[in-house]
């Protein structure tokens, strides 16, 4: 431990030597501000507070897309249709293989003119989702593959049809088991929003660009930043651990 | 009954069933037995259309089993099964276990549902486990709930695959007495098994099988004690000589 | 006779219905409402062009920018593997030294986005540490030969400092996701192969390397070839510090030429064309050797 603490001590000396052989100015005063700003004694949030507001949005309307696309493409891969499962295996082979950032700006400059549609901010949420429903579709689709076999043949046995037997047997033992990987979904919403910075979507990271290009304060905004995506993420992957315990509590009790 | 007439049935090249010609009367008791592999498995799985046969035409208390999903339902609901590996639902409790196919196939209410499942798992002797989960059960247990949830929808036709082959020795009888209890009641009842025991004292009829074919078709006395054929001779010697 | 497999269901007409409409409206929209009309014919002069002074027929920016792409690519998994698998062994260390070094490592990498991540690694990487070994003095002292063999393996030499910093950047990421994989394939080998090890005498490091290692292996080169493909993806993001690569080159085309459906439609082919046929050769590599196993 002790050593650890040593090479991170000589870890922060080594950038700092770096930054003040540049002669750089720092000017940590002036990050106060980024975050609110007083005007006649009223409290007005600032770009890195609105920045944060924004990627929030987008992560929270993102898992409801993402889940909402995910089951779907899960439900048509194992479906009997054969259409249905032509048309899944598409999508996930395009999404797969190409670059989030290809992605994004075929959203942007393509499809959303193509559409007739003109909002950044809900082009980028939905490409996001479309993004990481790819992934959902195959936690969830993991997630029902690996109920045992027995237990659609139990749930038949007793009568139930097939809506009944995802409702009461498979989904109940499936979502605990989704749960982990989609919190890492989750998480994945929130970092791979900062590429809408590239597309004038005004979140966390296009606030920070923007701050660097007004202030030229590269290291303070960076530094702030940074920290404050490992706080929301770190917290989320601590929420979410917490609720996977009241799950496992409740089973076995 | 039950009736299969000419059943086929293939997994991709390997043919699984092979002509099936089988009869099971109001109140019979069938027991099925012979090698593993022989397909005997796989004839009762098509009873309840676990899986589909490909020729051939299955006839369960009048009802077709064809593409029709109405009627594929109704024969489930006429059909109990019992597995080999119980099956039974991990993240419901003893009694929701037995009172999910009432409730939600037949409509029954919770209070009417509730009333019916502890009665049946009285008659498997474990009532007291009712709000335990299965994990916590053992396997004797748990294929004693299993049956209890299977005649919870008070079926016509009770199906057994291999219901006691997973589970230890000393668990064996008390599941073959919950059978034998069920079998004085009446039911009609077709059971894939290898406990000759069992066989001896409530079948009235008994199959062998081998290769995908019903080899041979007797009532228990000439079956154990003169069987016809040789394959069924070298059969009951593997498997009685101990 | 039965037959239930391989027929329509109504699923089947509702997805063809609704595939038809979409189509049917994106092509009302393109032509009565955009009035667009779609002109492919400049893309090839994209990809190749007529060289003046020599006439060959010589790359243009989108095979440059692929190049760059696939260079930083390949030099990028090269120095990732390297870090990752250093960083993974360190995570299954007893000691708790190497495993807080590595996680924290991989923790810090992956809770923060790569965007910003590679502007302050881009901006202190370009401004600190390249300087600092003098590769522009390196690369300007090189003979012709030199610089040409410079040139295939890391692209233009005036660009060299502008390419080992996507590089350095990208595996500085890349590399906190290969230390999992490794670590993952460590652990995934089960307790008794290690009290096997120890049984018939071997250290810890023999037992490591002889008995652990070479199963582990067999279990991480799928995921890392799956690593690879992503890094050709996640590559695409060092055009937002300005390193000319594929995607970089289509947003310059794009904007210049205000031909933004053709090239990012055709962009994004390339990559799919790229990425989707690695990923079938690296599936059915993977098919021969679990068959060769067995």
Redesign the interface.
Known sequence: MAQFLVLMGGFVWLVWRGVAEMDYRWQWYRVPRFFYKEVDGELIAGPLVDGLWVTLEIAAWGLVFTLLIGLVVALLRLSDSIAGKALATVYLEVVRNTPLLVQVSIFYFVLQPLLGFNNPLWAGIVCLSVFEGAFASEVIRAGITSVARGQWEASASVGLTRLQAYRYVILPQAVPLMLPPMAGILINLIKHSAILSFVAVFELTTEARNLVGDTFMSFEVWFVVGPMYLVLTITLSGVVAWLERRVHRGRSA | MIEMRGVNKWFDDFHVLRDIDLRVAQGERVVICGPSGSGKSTLIRCINALEEHDEGEIVVDGITLDDDSRHLSAIRQEVGMVFQQFNLFPHLTVLENCTLGPMKARGLGRSDARALAMELLERVRIPEQADKYPAQLSGGQQQRVAIARSLCMRPRVMLFDEPTSALDPEMIKEVLDVMVDLAGSDMTMVCVTHEMGFARTVADMMYFMDDGQIVERAPPQQFFEAPASERTRTFLGQILSH | ??S?R?R??P??FV??AA?IAVVA??GY??ES??VYSWDWSAIPGYLFRHDADTGAIVPNLLVLGLLTTLRIAFWGMLLASAIGIVLGVARTSRR??PR??GW?YV??IR???????L??FY??IS??ILPVIEIEAFVGGLSDGGTQVLELLFGPADLIVNFLSGVISLSMMMAAYIAEIVRAGIQSIARGQYEAGYSVGLSRLQTLRYVVLPQAVQRVIPPLAGQF?TL??????V??ISIQEL?FM??EI?ISEQR??EV??F??FM??LV??SL?SVFNRLEKRAAAARR
Not at chain 3, 111 to 117: D, H, K, S, T
């Open positions: 006779m039965r239930r391989k329509l269901t699923l089947d997805i063809f595939v409206y994106v929209r393109v409402v955009l708790l030294f807080l070094v924290a923790g810090f809770n923060i986005p790569p965007v910003p991540f502007f302050l901006f202190f401004s600190q493909i050709i993806k996640d590559s695409s993001l055009a937002l995607s289509a947003m794009a933004f459906f990012w439609i962009t994004g990559y799919f990425c989707y990923a």
